[in-house]
């Protein structure tokens, strides 16, 4: 093989690892769990203040009272999923994709399932939201009242 022959292997070479995908960024996700309930005196605990807007718009207003159960925290990278336990079951995390939007918060596509203590899937949905902004969704539970989960994500 001539040294040009070579040379343009080692172009070759060289162009294909300039071309390969960049290291993905780690998404940080926090998710909070509430106990949601309708009580003679309306509640949110004080650790949801920044829900408080969202807690009081249907559907939620079907319960008056908010719990803060836990908080999980979640690493994602793009394209990957992550599992938390809670305490009435499981969530999933799957980040979709990152929409970089010029002067504007990125947007993420999620994708979101929770799974009851049994194991079953009651909630399976794909969202876009806006970076540092929570994600609301929830259930019923018996007895009048209900599973909450807020997601919210930030990406270094």
């Known amino acids: 093989m001539t040294s040009l022959g070579r040379l343009a292997i080692a172009a070759a070479a060289i162009g294909l690892v300039a071309f390969a995908a960049p290291a993905r960024a780690e998404i940080a996700c926090t998710v909070l769990e509430i106990e949601a309930a309708t009580a003679a005196t ?7 203040r920044p829900l408080e807007r969202k807690l009081k718009k249907p559907p939620f207003t079907s319960w008056n009272s908010f719990q803060q159960l836990g908080t999980t925290q979640l690493g994602l990278d793009l394209q ?4 938390a336990a809670l305490v009435h079951g499981k969530i999933n995390l799957h980040v979709r994709d990152v929409i970089e939007r010029p002067g504007k918060r990125a947007r993420l596509q999620l994708g979101i399932a929770l799974d009851d203590g049994a194991g079953k899937r009651v909630i399976d949905t794909k969202v876009n939201v806006d970076v540092g902004d929570y994600f609301v969704a929830g259930r019923p539970l018996p007895g009048d009242k209900g599973h909450l989960v807020a997601v919210t994500c930030t990406k270094p």
């Open 80 to 83: 990957k999923s992550a599992s």
């Open 42 to 48: 309306p509640s949110i605990d004080p650790k949801l």
